[in-house]
Each structure stands twice: as C-alpha cells, then as structure tokens.
C-alpha cells in the first residue's frame, strides 16, 4: 500500500524549521527516508523499525508513532542543501518499499 | 566502489521499438530492483530479484515488459514494443538481503536511464 506524503510542496527559508509527514491507514512494517535532488538519484537517509523510535541524520531527524501509522521528517534550521523532494517508503517485506509520491521542499536563501 | 551503474543514461527511441535498459549492482548486493518514475505516478517497483532470482514481478506493468539477471553482476530491463506511455526515468537499486522478512537495509540507486518514446 502507497503511504499519502504530505504537505506535497513547501518553501522555507534557510535556517528555518520545517516538518513533512508520511502515513498509512495500516500499521507499517517499516518507514525509510530518502531524498532526491532534481536530476539525480534518491540517496537514503534512514530507517525507523519500531514504533516511537526517532532518529536523527545531521540535522534531520524523523519520529515513527506508536501505532506505527505516521512517521514525520523534521528539517532543523534548513539548509540549501536540504533543498530536493523527499520520498517515505513503506516497508513491505522482503526488502521491498512502496514509495509515496514525495514531498518537495525548497529551501531559499 | 563504483556504486551502482546504469546504461543507457539516455535513450530516445521511436514507437514500436525495442528497448534494453542495463544495470549493474554493487558488488556484494545480492537483491535488485527496478523503479519507474513518472510525474504521475511517482517511484513505482516494477520488479526486484533475490539473489539473481525473481521474487515479485507484479509491479510489471505488461507482458511488453521483461526483466532478466543472469548473474549476481547484471540485470536487464526490456521493453518491446515501446510505446509513448514508457516514457519515464528508469531507476535500478541494488541491496544487501536483509537477515529476516522483517528487517531492511538501504537500497543504493543508480543514476537512472531516462527513456523518451516518441
């Protein structure tokens, strides 16, 4: 099943904060992050595998609920770097992911 | 190491044609997948291999598409015929096969052939 990635785009300048959510109406086996930026390929970033586990990578963190419905990214004090589109995978067994359709984020100076 | 390697990076090909996308994982992985990425429909599986072995085509969108791995070092993708609605960045992944159905590692892309069919 397709995890719903929301909000599909956002804008925020650098240093600032932002939070982009993934969910499903089922409980997730697992939740992978990664990131693409135009033209290139998507880089991972990390895995969440229990419920209420957060992690963080740089300045980049992400929160799995209990129920394991809902996992949020958290962008701390942006960087341009941090500019790219942002895709949630469910796990599904077996090494396979369904993806969501990302969220964009755009980071200006 | 030379992370994972795609060929064609581009590939324009007319309606009707045959298409043969290339991979090549990193060395060691031993599960591949293939990814299509359009606009519409976002990054898609297509098909992943486990140890050279197909474990889930479902994602094979029609029998106009095929995919082998003759070897742990090579995959391929193909389309024949190719028609307009292919058009898309293919993506090809390569990991190491998780210890158990439930745990995961990280899937390392390449750098995607982005096909146009006109």
């Known amino acids: 099943q397709q995890p719903v990635q929301s909000p599909q785009a956002v804008i925020l300048r650098e240093g600032e904060d932002a939070v982009i959510n993934c969910s499903s109406s089922?409980?997730?086996?697992?939740v992978h992050w990664y990131r693409q930026k135009h033209g290139e390929a998507p880089v991972f970033l990390m895995i969440l595998l229990k419920g209420g586990e957060q992690k963080g990578h740089e300045k980049i963190s992400a929160s799995f609920n209990e129920k394991k419905q809902q996992s949020s990214l958290y962008l701390t004090a942006s960087q341009l770097s941090y500019s790219g589109t942002y895709f949630c995978g469910s796990g599904r067994g077996n090494n396979r992911l369904a993806f969501g359709k990302g969220n964009q984020v755009v980071v200006i100076p | 190491d030379a992370g994972v390697i795609q060929s064609p990076r581009h590939e324009v090909t007319e309606m009707g044609q045959e298409v043969t996308l290339r991979c090549k994982p990193i060395s060691g992985h031993n599960s591949l997948f293939w990814y299509r990425q359009t606009m519409m429909r976002g990054l898609e599986l297509l098909i992943y291999?486990?140890?050279?072995?197909?474990?889930?085509d479902s994602g094979m969108p029609e029998d106009r598409f095929s995919a082998k791995m003759p070897n742990a070092s090579f995959s391929t993708l193909k389309i024949q015929p190719s028609e307009p609605r292919d058009s898309a960045v293919y993506f090809c992944?390569?990991?190491?096969?998780?210890?158990?159905?439930?745990?995961?590692?990280?899937?390392?892309f390449g750098p995607g052939t982005r096909l146009t069919v006109l």
């Open positions: 089922k409980a997730l086996y697992s």
């Open positions: 291999f486990n140890n050279n072995v197909p474990i889930d």
């Open positions: 992944a390569s990991s190491s096969l998780a210890g158990s159905l439930s745990s995961y590692n990280e899937q390392f």
